[in-house]
């Protein structure tokens, strides 16, 4: 029975979607958000057990072409398996209540569904075309969903924030499709396992190089590195809020995941050779991010520029090629899918009773006029920051110690310079994360915030689907060893029993 439990992770999702676009039309907008809802919890369940158990599947996929469906999960997807199917479950229950003012919840339902599929299986495959073809899987739902029921305040509209998503991601994938294919025809295998142990053995230098490149280069317009983040910004404040939760808190994790998984173990003197360059463009995307944020004037804009300084430093730790970084880099993943994922539940409730997420136009006194959702805020900014106890500061601190002492080949006193320009990017993300909290939650609100009738706080339902992820935060920042106990012997396999 094992062995069927990660395609029936898949399965119930699919299946799931496919019966919402089947269903009679009126009866299913009705029942969309409960069939949801039910269908995301049993995904859940399934993906707990298969978290605790480690199951591992291997059939053949396509036999004349020799390749084989082949899933597995452990150490370092089983977190992520877990995020994907929590938040999904969240968003979910989320639009029990909160509907989008576009409508066409059927719809939404079901491509949230099919979203689903496709991260949980980026996150399970063990075969690299089959890794391929789930971590595509997600690129037209997540386009329809941003198109169709996003914010039309972006500059262009939401279909251009949603197209100009997809043209990066398919152009970086197709990129890194060569280089799958490369690395596959000169291996003789596309099975993920055995090239993994291989560790390069019967790759070039050259080809590992050019393999890496080409690899790295589909994962970093996904994560997104500095200078392919110039989608990021409008896909994030034009999506709607359940929209913008999963993609800052899973997708972009796709190719944080992808560099940990399949280039640094199956190419290892390309990873070598480019992590320098890897490690200084996050670094200039940790600062870049940063110094974005202190010019942002929406809200929601904000929290999406932010991402790009907290997956430089994921990027910082996969670049030092040392268990310390690279299991840094993994937590720091995990920290910002929640608490990223808390940020933009947040600012989207902020949005939805303000109908603005301008700063100015917000002003001041959220703490006035409705305290949890300003406690809230507050919570999540400093949990963002890095705050000692919660969450955020355990994965940066491993990053920046990684950067302290790279690996053997690397140069260490390049990477100390990195790491102090890092710190820099700490140093600036509290600033901006104070500034505004001082400009939105404090002081006393706008005359016509207090005439205003409608505005309500965080409602019992809303405090419901936010409360895992609080409790999230606050457990894996008091105890961080639950992650890094299950992370830190694959990454040591991943990385050639590196010391």
């Known amino acids: 029975m094992r062995e069927l439990l990660l395609p029936l992770l898949l399965a119930v999702p699919l299946v799931g979607s496919l019966v919402l676009l089947v269903a009679p039309p009126r009866r299913a907008e009705r029942l969309a958000a409960?069939?949801?809802?039910?269908?995301?919890?049993?995904?859940?369940?399934?993906?707990?057990?298969?978290?605790?158990?480690?199951?591992?599947?291997?059939?053949?996929?396509?036999?004349?072409?020799?390749?084989?469906?082949?899933?597995?999960?452990?150490?370092?997807?089983?977190?992520?398996?877990?995020?994907?199917?929590?938040?999904?479950?969240?968003?979910?229950?989320?639009?029990?209540?909160?509907r989008p003012e576009a409508g066409r919840l059927r719809a939404l339902v079901g491509l949230l569904l099919l979203l689903e599929v496709g991260m949980l299986g980026t996150f399970v495959a063990l075969d690299l075309l089959l890794f391929f073809v789930f971590f595509?899987?997600?690129?037209?739902?997540?386009?329809?969903?941003?198109?169709?029921?996003?914010?039309?305040?972006?500059?262009?509209?939401?279909?251009?924030?949603?197209?100009?998503?997809?043209?990066?991601?398919?152009?970086?994938?197709?990129?890194?499709?060569?280089?799958?294919?490369?690395?596959?025809?000169?291996?003789?295998?596309?099975?993920?396992?055995?090239?993994?142990?291989?560790?390069?053995?019967?790759?070039?230098?050259?080809?590992?190089?050019?393999?890496?490149?080409?690899?790295?280069?589909?994962?970093?317009?996904?994560?997104?590195?500095?200078?392919?983040?110039?989608?990021?910004?409008?896909?994030?404040?034009?999506?709607?809020?359940?929209?913008?939760?999963?993609?800052?808190?899973?997708?972009?994790?796709?190719?944080?995941?992808?560099?940990?998984?399949?280039?640094?173990?199956?190419?290892?003197?390309?990873?070598?050779?480019?992590?320098?360059?890897?490690?200084?463009?996050?670094?200039?995307?940790?600062?870049?991010?940063?110094?974005?944020?202190?010019?942002?004037?929406?809200?929601?804009?904000?929290?999406?520029?932010?991402?790009?300084?907290?997956?430089?430093?994921?990027?910082?730790?996969?670049?030092?090629?040392?268990?310390?970084?690279?299991?840094?880099?993994?937590?720091?993943?995990?920290?910002?899918?929640?608490?990223?994922?808390?940020?933009?539940?947040?600012?989207?409730?902020?949005?939805?009773?303000?109908h603005t997420a301008q700063i100015e136009v917000l002003g001041g006194g959220l703490y006035e006029r409705m305290p949890r959702l300003g406690a809230l805020l507050a919570f999540g900014a400093v949990a963002s920051v890095g705050l000692p106890g919660l969450a955020g500061f355990w994965g940066e601190m491993l990053v920046l110690l990684g950067a302290f002492d790279p690996a053997d080949p690397l140069p260490r006193g390049y990477y100390l310079v990195l790491m102090a320009v890092a710190g820099v990017g700490v140093v600036l993300t509290t600033t901006y994360f104070v500034r505004l909290l001082r400009r939105v939650t404090q002081g006393t609100s706008f005359q016509a915030w207090r005439d205003a009738v409608l505005l309500r706080d965080a409602s019992p339902h809303e405090l419901l689907v936010w409360a895992p992820v609080v409790v999230l935060v606050l457990v894996l920042g008091l105890w961080p060893g639950w992650l890094l106990d299950a992370s830190d012997p694959v990454v040591r396999a991943l990385l050639g029993g590196a010391p």
């Not at 036999?63 to 899933?71: E, F, K, Q, V």
């Not at 998503?165 to 993920?192: C, H, K």
């Not at 280039?263 to 940790?286: H, Q, S, Y």
């Open 34 to 98: 409960p069939f949801g809802t039910g269908v995301a919890l049993v995904t859940f369940v399934v993906a707990v057990v298969a978290a605790a158990t480690f199951p591992e599947t291997d059939v053949p996929w396509v036999p004349s072409l020799g390749l084989r469906l082949h899933l597995g999960i452990d150490g370092i997807s089983a977190p992520l398996v877990l995020l994907t199917s929590g938040l999904t479950a969240l968003c979910m229950a989320y639009l029990l209540r909160i």
């Open 136 to 354: 595509e899987v997600v690129l037209v739902p997540m386009w329809l969903v941003i198109a169709q029921w996003g914010d039309d305040s972006v500059p262009g509209g939401r279909r251009r924030a949603a197209d100009v998503f997809i043209l990066f991601t398919l152009l970086g994938s197709v990129v890194m499709l060569l280089g799958i294919l490369l690395v596959g025809l000169e291996a003789g295998t596309f099975d993920m396992v055995e090239l993994a142990e291989r560790q390069g053995a019967g790759l070039s230098r050259g080809v590992q190089v050019l393999a890496f490149l080409a690899l790295g280069l589909g994962f970093a317009v996904k994560t997104p590195m500095w200078p392919l983040h110039t989608w990021l910004p409008d896909a994030h404040t034009a999506a709607p809020t359940v929209g913008s939760v999963l993609l800052a808190g899973v997708l972009l994790k796709m190719g944080t995941y992808g560099f940990v998984r399949i280039a640094l173990p199956i190419v290892p003197e390309g990873a070598e050779v480019v992590a320098p360059w890897l490690g200084a463009l996050a670094v200039v995307g940790i600062v870049y991010g940063s110094l974005a944020c202190l010019a942002q004037r929406d809200l929601k804009r904000l929290i999406a520029f932010s991402s790009i300084g907290h997956m430089g430093f994921v990027l910082l730790g996969i670049s030092t090629l040392t268990p310390v970084g690279v299991n840094g880099a993994l937590y720091a993943n995990i920290a910002h899918g929640l608490i990223t994922g808390l940020l933009f539940f947040l600012v989207g409730a902020i949005k939805d009773r303000h």
